[in-house]
């Protein structure tokens, strides 16, 4: 049974900084991709990046591209969202999510997904 359990929301000021992070179980991670996504009130929920496990290539969004960084511990199951320069537009429910295989950018491609967890940066 696979699991993904998110944790590191919170409040924030704009300009701030918070690490997200997502426990997975039950992968076979050399075939996963793992990825974040966002939905803020009254929107689709939207890509934000993604990390192919077994290549560690990262993909982003155009929108955190050099506030955002994604990373993973192998030995830990984990993957973490350092979210920089934070602003009050990535205020959202954050997702973690995963697949088997390449990395896409459509929710719909995702199998996999997390309780979400809250994040809100005040202007």
């Given at each position: 049974q696979v699991q993904l359990v998110e944790s590191g929301g919170g409040l924030v000021q704009a300009g701030g900084s918070l690490r997200l992070s997502c426990g997975a179980s039950g992968l076979t991670f050399s075939s996963v991709t793992m990825a974040w996504f966002r939905?803020?009130?009254?929107?689709?929920?939207?890509?934000?990046?993604?990390?192919?496990?077994?290549?560690?290539s990262t993909y982003y969004a155009n929108s955190v591209k050099g506030r955002f960084t994604i990373s993973r511990d192998n030995a830990k199951n984990t993957v973490y969202l350092q979210m920089n320069s934070l602003k009050s537009e990535d205020t959202a429910v954050y997702y973690c999510a995963a697949r088997r295989g390449v990395v896409e950018s459509g929710w719909a491609k995702y199998d996999y997904w997390g309780q979400g967890t809250q994040v809100t940066v005040s202007s």
């Open positions: 939905q803020a009130p009254g929107k689709e929920r939207e890509f934000v990046v993604a990390i192919r496990w077994w290549s560690d």
